[in-house]
């Protein structure tokens, strides 16, 4: 029997106990041989709790990052906790030294520490998409993830996907812990863990109550229970999830220390995010975010599954240069916008195959906008046209002579006229509204983008700078851009046309205003 099976009847005797810090005592006089006791109430509920795939978050202090290296020292033969960022994990050291007693066992240099019994306890990073790779085929029994809403989904479904043990009978678990995401980047922790997050879910969860999903065609499905069900031909086991709330009054010893002073102090709304742990309260855009939060919310929020009666306006293709990048085509009606399809860049590895595969989707002879700037676009370009396909390469590092819709300022490039092209047809004051598929990693990506005023112009970051903060390239967004190029608003492309349409606008950001001012 482990520490944390002898340890589990104890915690649930004391757990809706009152009285934290006198039982706290009397629990450590009891417990003295265990590395790690939680605290009576959410965390000791996080402790015990039967999910697959635990959420301890919320507030700030609650005593999440030592219930997790507690967790996966005292309870498992093999676990590994991630951080985003390299230099984050000095602090998942300090806690398991801390626990531990000692560093003794400790390889500093490979992140791997040997305690009792045998038991390996390692840490990891993925500060980009590619980084994921050096953990493929790496079993673990507990795989954690600190400070969760700095990962992407797709480094997150890849790593559990390892989550399993060689130890007949030991448990496998994911658990993740964090605080309300403060950017676009991080808002898919609210729909992956949407029954308790989302209060515009319909069927809402309590905090610790069990839900089963899979994964049926790509998408996230929700199931009535954890019986196997039949998918294209195949058994599959749901797994389940739970979140449960942590609090700073949950954890006396930081109470103790005026920490709630901190939080107090912060402005809002992060005060009450941190504070109180509040996921329902919305992320704070960046000063100079190119697309607002909101404007893609209320384009997605107004997508529909039925397809608009006229014909495919355009498509809209980036092409992978590599890695973990992937070749994604959007497709556009109008101004209504079908889901994204999504290929890895394994399986488009050159012109022809991406050529094949714009061929596949292309409906009604439609225009095709292709990113030539790099990987296998040109070639594509060039495959397409030999077969009278009416396309376009867009350079995204060529001159641009166009202006924003009040005529007011000018862009450094074609890619800052068309994601600002596309800035522009999203805010809720354009004539025809733009309608959006509901994606997390599309919304993500569109909302990922900073800009700044240059004396040439409007100035996008690079995708290689995109790349640092969101870990991947915003290929889903880039082919939604070019599918708003059009005919006539196209300049600087390796086609004949040189017409331009203008349109009268607000550009929506008093910072933009204080900007022209100056």
Known sequence: MTAANRLAPHLERVAGVKDKKKLAKDIAAATKQYRFVPWPGPQTEAYLSKADELFYGGAAGGGKTAMLVGL???????????????????????????????????????????????????????????????????????????????????????????????????????????????????????????????????????????????????????????????????MVTPRSRTFIAAKLEDNPALMDSGYAAVLESMPEPLRTMMREGRFDLGQQDADFQVIPSAWVDQAMARWTRQRPDEPMTSMGVDVAQGGADETVI???????????????????????????????????????????????????????????????????????????????????????????????????????????????????????????????????????EIRKRLGRSPDRADAVVLAWVTASESNQVQSSSRNFLQRKAVLGYSKIKKVIRK
């Open 72 to 234: 996966a020292i005292q309870a498992h033969s093999k676990a590994i906790i991630f951080r985003r960022e390299y230099s984050q994990i000095r602090g998942l050291e300090d806690e398991a030294a801390k626990l531990l007693g000692a560093r003794d066992g400790y390889n500093a240099t490979e992140k791997v520490w040997r305690h009792s019994g045998g038991r390996v306890l390692e840490f990891g990073s993925v500060p980009h998409e590619w980084d994921r790779e050096k953990y493929q085929g790496r079993a673990h029994s507990f795989i954690g993830f600190d400070e969760i809403t700095h990962f992407t989904p797709s480094i997150y479904r890849y790593l559990i996907g390892w989550n399993r043990s060689d130890v007949k009978g030991e448990r496998c678990r994911v658990v993740v812990t964090g605080n309300p995401p403060t950017t676009a980047e991080g808002r898919w922790v609210v729909d992956y863990w949407a029954p308790w997050l989302d209060p515009a879910h319909p069927n809402p969860a309590k905090p610790g109550e069990l839900r089963w999903f899979t994964t049926i065609r790509g998408e996230d499905v929700e199931l009535p229970g954890p019986d196997q069900i039949e998918v294209d031909g195949r």
């Open 330 to 464: 959007s497709r556009r009606h109008g101004s209504w916008f079908d889901e994204v399809i999504a290929r890895k860049g394994i399986d488009t590895k050159d012109g022809p195959a991406v050529a094949g595969l714009i061929v596949q989707f292309m409906r009604d002879a439609c225009e095709v906008n292709i990113d030539t700037g790099g990987g296998w676009g040109g070639s594509a370009f060039d495959h397409l046209k030999h077969q009278n396909v009416k396309i376009r390469g867009v350079v995204g590092a060529s001159g641009s002579q166009a202006k924003t819709k009040d005529r007011q300022l000018s862009f450094v490039n074609k890619r800052a006229e068309t994601w600002w092209k596309l800035r522009e047809a999203l805010d809720p004051n354009f004539a025809k509204p733009v309608a959006l598929p509901p994606d997390p990693q599309l919304r993500a990506d569109l909302c990922s983008p900073h800009w700044k005023l240059t004396p040439r112009g409007i100035q996008i970051e690079s995708k290689d």
